[in-house]
Each structure stands twice: as C-alpha cells, then as structure tokens.
C-alpha cells in the first residue's frame, strides 16, 4: 500500500471525482458509484471540520486556564 496523503488532498481528489461522474451521468441519483464517493467525501469533510472544531476548543480552554488562576 501507498502512503496516505494529507486529508486536503484525499477531500479535493474526492471532490475532482464526484465532479466527473456528476456530468457523466443523467441520474446521479440512482449510481451506486457515484453515491459511495459522495459518501466518502462527505466522511472526509466532517473529519476535517470536527478536527479543527477539536482543536479551537482545546485551544480556547488552555488560555482561558492560566487566565483564571
């Protein structure tokens, strides 16, 4: 196997992809295909915005610590 590349990159290759099968198909609804790369996409996407959520909280509460003592 391959090494795993950044996050950004996966999520924008995701998107490239999703965007191609978009104009091929007239029914982007019923392909399978299509449906588990948006799946996966959106995965990716919540993973980044949970991440950086994780990290604007964590980083809120170390300041406000010394702050309060």
């Known amino acids: ?25 007239k029914n982007p609804k019923e392909h399978e295909a299509l449906r588990s790369l948006m799946k996966r996409l959106r995965r990716t996407q919540r993973k980044r915005r949970v991440l950086a959520l994780r ?15």
Do not use: I
């Not at 090494?3 to 999703?18: M, P, Q, Y």
């Not at 990290?55 to 003592?69: D, F, I």
């Open 1 to 25: 196997m391959a090494k795993k590349t950044a996050g950004e990159l996966d999520e924008t290759r995701l998107k490239k992809k999703v965007a191609t099968k978009l104009t091929d198909h």
């Open 55 to 69: 990290k604007k909280n964590s980083a809120s509460k170390k300041t406000a610590a010394p702050a309060a003592k």
